[in-house]
């Protein structure tokens, strides 16, 4: 694993700091305003995560 979240795509940083945080992938997105797929696919790698959507989480 590496030593520096930063050289982690930004997808996998938001599942750590989720991770981290004990919360699931409907909490955030509740939170957030995005829907759960939606933040499925961005920390999975297969949505970006625009700056909009990055403040949010």
Do not use: F, H
């Not at 933040?39 to 403040?55: F, K, W």
């Amino acid at each position: 694993m590496r030593d520096d979240l930063g050289e982690l795509p930004p997808g996998e940083r938001v599942r750590l700091r989720r991770l981290a945080l004990g919360l699931s992938q409907e909490e955030v997105a509740e939170r957030s305003g995005l829907t759960q797929p939606n933040l499925s696919a961005i920390e999975s790698g297969r949505r970006t995560l625009g700056p909009g959507v990055e403040g949010r989480l």
